[in-house]
């Protein structure tokens, strides 16, 4: 009876042993299979579209018009998806974020601050509050320039009466 038992149990152990190593050889192998079929599908991705290109050619006699146009329609929305250019299921609230985008694209485009005064002229955009700080900066930056201007004349003119002073102390 002992004997028998050990029999069974051995046969057990086996049989378990069996199985895993025959899963485990399983699991691998089709891990190994998908891997494969993985690689092949990105290697031949344009082969198989120009299959199925050829293959709805070949088939537009039998198939319905309406097949065909579906079709057709199915490959133009995933070119488009594709391109991320998505105007056929473009809702209204992702249509208005684009077109914010675009807008602050415009927008954010000013010139720097520290430019001269004629090219801040030449460079107004077009937001109404930019363009008062814009004119203020102009104002300030004339009046300091005439400010700059009168101070230079002032010299000239101190230097030049200094100079008569000079000449006419020698005298």
């Known amino acids: ?5 050990r029999q069974q149990q051995q046969q ?3 049989l378990i042993d069996y199985t895993v190593t025959m899963s485990s050889r399983l699991v691998k192998r089709t891990l190994r299979q998908q891997e494969q079929q993985q690689q092949e599908q990105g290697s031949s991705l344009s082969t198989n579209n120009k299959k199925k290109r050829r293959k709805i050619a070949s088939s537009t006699t039998t198939a319905s018009k309406e097949d065909v ?3 057709y329609v199915e490959t133009i ?10 105007s056929y299921t473009e809702s209204a609230d992702t249509a208005a974020e684009r077109q914010r985008r675009e807008k ?3 927008t954010s485009k000013r010139p720097s601050l520290n430019a001269t005064t004629t090219s801040l002229q030449r460079r107004l955009p077009v937001e109404p509050t930019y363009q008062k700080k814009r004119a203020k900066q102009l104002k300030k930056a004339k009046q300091l320039a005439e400010i700059a201007k009168s101070i230079s004349m002032a010299k000239k003119k101190q230097r030049g009466q200094r100079k008569k002073s000079l000449s006419s102390a020698k005298k």
């Open 69 to 71: 146009q579906r079709h």
């Open 1 to 5: 009876r002992r004997e028998r038992r």
């Open 104 to 106: 602050r694209k415009t």
């Open 12 to 14: 057990q152990t086996l």
């Open 77 to 86: 929305l995933q070119f488009d998806r594709y391109m991320n250019k998505s």
